[in-house]
């Protein structure tokens, strides 16, 4: 009888208790909203209570990577979530992400990766959308991850950082931050791939950190490198958790009004799914 009514009580705060706390995307400074949509970043930007900063990153070599920069309301030091844009370049959106990030308890950082390709040395916003996408596909991999290496070097270096941190990509930053992670396999504590498509599967064996992956159902591009990538992950025995969402296309988080509502749903599930899970890994 006491065992029932214990499992019953267990039951019950799950429901209302624990289940809640997880679908809302609690963070140390309680429930995160989500990023908005694109037409309403700039907005946000505009009016968050959080400080954020452009700063330039010493990358070797003469190589500079201006990145935005966030910082979480916390009396504590924080874990930092370096923020890998679309092939769209470095947005208002991207930076809106980054934000919520800061609101979550994270540092999170947000680097150009076309700073210095545009006109005058300039970067993303210098730069057209279709030449902005020309740019992104010809990028040297050698020089993203040499950019990702010194961001995070600058944000775990800050005196308000924990010391750890993680990667999450959008898109054409969802295959980076997957590919990151067979790149750094040192001090790189997670990486989250919002449809993105999978690294080669020979080069899986070089990750270490735990990734989760988050698509959208309808997204037969991206989701047809998924299947290889997990099966050769479980055979090697690391850490790879996955969600689709029935009825998102590519894009959802930004995306929210498409797809008769199965944007916004899987975002619903996907940010406080992100949020939990870098906060298990990375730390609170």
Not at 131 to 159: K, M
Not at 208 to 224: F, I, K, M, T
Not at 234 to 255: I, S, T, V, W
């Amino acid at each position: 009888m006491k065992t029932h009514l214990f499992i019953s009580a267990f039951l019950f705060l799950s429901i209302f208790f624990i289940r809640p706390l997880f679908s809302m995307g609690t963070s140390p400074s309680g429930p995160t909203p989500l990023p908005p949509d694109e037409a309403n970043a700039l907005k946000q930007l505009e009016t968050s209570p959080r400080h954020g900063e452009w700063v330039t990153v010493k990358a070797g070599n003469g190589d500079m990577v201006d990145t935005w920069v966030v910082y979480p309301e916390r009396k504590d030091k924080a874990p930092v979530v370096i923020v890998i844009h679309e092939i769209y370049g470095l947005t208002d959106w991207a930076r809106s992400v980054a934000d919520r990030f800061a609101a979550a308890g994270f540092i999170a950082l947000a680097p150009d990766f076309l700073s210095g390709k545009g006109p005058g040395g300039k970067g993303s916003s210098s730069i057209s959308s279709d030449q902005v996408r020309d740019l992104i596909r010809s990028l040297d991999p050698y020089e993203i991850n040499n950019r990702l290496d010194a961001v995070a070097q600058y944000g775990t270096s800050l005196a308000a950082a924990t010391g750890k941190f993680g990667v999450v990509g959008f898109c054409w930053g969802g295959g980076i931050s997957f590919s990151y992670a067979t790149h750094n396999s040192s001090t790189l504590g997670a990486a989250v791939v919002y449809y993105g498509t999978s690294p080669e599967t020979s080069l899986l064996s070089n990750i270490s950190a735990p990734v989760l992956g988050l698509y959208g159902g309808d997204d037969a591009r991206v989701n047809a490198t998924i299947p290889e990538a997990e099966k050769e992950l479980m055979r090697l025995n690391k850490r790879f958790e996955k969600e689709l969402y029935d009825g998102a296309g590519h894009a959802f988080l930004r995306q929210l009004d498409g797809r008769e509502g199965a944007n916004l749903k899987a975002a619903e599930q996907a940010w406080p799914r992100t949020i939990f899970f870098l906060m298990h890994t990375i730390g609170k």
